[in-house]
């Protein structure tokens, strides 16, 4: 299996722009997740699916960050409008709730996201 | 409110001695705890998984041992490598509910010197 994929590695973009990060899990995980890593915050949850039902958000900053998983192989992270302090590196991640669950996440090489 | 602590400053070791990471938490009560490493412009990448009822775990070079009186988990890496040199996060996962959904600590960088 080729891991999580994430798209893109990198963008730059101006203020105001609308940005999408886009993601493809592993194949037959059930669980995805949305990661906003910064030097000040760490890695933080924004919003996990499971079975491409949204579970929880409550770590979506803002309503400017919008989410969605279509189907089991694709989920994108939307924000609307962008702005500088929404500059971090974005990580997708999945994992299996087959067998033992260890709740093991498979994270992608996240979208280093830069706002002017 | 709930909080994983690492250690912020860089811990510096010298070629195959013992490096000690040091996780403590508060407010929680984990039903696991996991250690991953992360490489600079890389996601993280799961390592070890201990259950709250374990005390020690072990992966050939590496030792993870969980206290929940504490509320801490040490992970050491043995005879170290500069191989070794990356940031290195532990992660709680809460014992309520159905779904196991960890929580990051910031993490602590590792510099292995030769």
């Known amino acids: 299996d080729a891991g999580v994929i994430q798209s893109p590695r990198h963008e730059v973009t101006e203020m105001g722009q609308e940005v999408t990060l886009r993601c493809k899990p592993i194949?037959?995980?059930?669980?995805l997740f949305w990661y906003r890593q910064t030097m000040m915050r760490g890695l933080e949850l924004l919003i996990y699916f499971n079975n491409n039902v949204p579970i929880d958000d409550s770590g979506m900053p803002e309503d400017r960050f919008s989410a969605k998983m279509p189907n089991a192989s694709f989920s994108t992270l939307k924000i609307q409008p962008s702005e500088p302090r929404d500059s971090a590196v974005y990580f997708c991640?999945?994992?299996?709730?087959?067998?033992?669950?260890?709740?093991?996440?498979?994270f992608g090489e996240g979208s280093r996201l830069t706002v002017l | 409110s709930q909080k994983i602590e690492q250690n912020s400053e860089a811990l510096n070791i010298q070629e195959g001695k013992t490096a000690t990471l040091t996780c403590n938490y508060t407010?929680?009560?984990?039903?696991?705890l996991q250690w991953y490493r992360q490489d600079p412009g890389r996601g993280p990448v799961f390592l070890l998984l201990?259950?709250?009822?374990?005390k020690e775990k072990r992966k050939e070079r590496l030792k993870v041992t969980f206290d929940t009186t504490l509320k801490q988990s040490l992970f050491h890496i043995t005879a170290s490598q500069p191989a070794d040199s990356a940031t290195y996060l532990c992660?709680?996962?809460?014992?309520?509910?159905?779904?196991?959904?960890?929580?990051f600590g910031r993490g602590t960088s590792l510099i292995v010197h030769p």
């Open positions: 194949s037959g995980h059930d669980y």
């Open positions: 201990i259950r709250e009822n374990e």
């Open positions: 407010n929680y009560s984990p039903a696991y």
């Open positions: 992660a709680l996962a809460p014992s309520s509910g159905g779904s196991y959904i960890p929580t």
């Open positions: 991640a999945s994992s299996s709730s087959g067998g033992t669950n260890t709740g093991e996440l498979f």
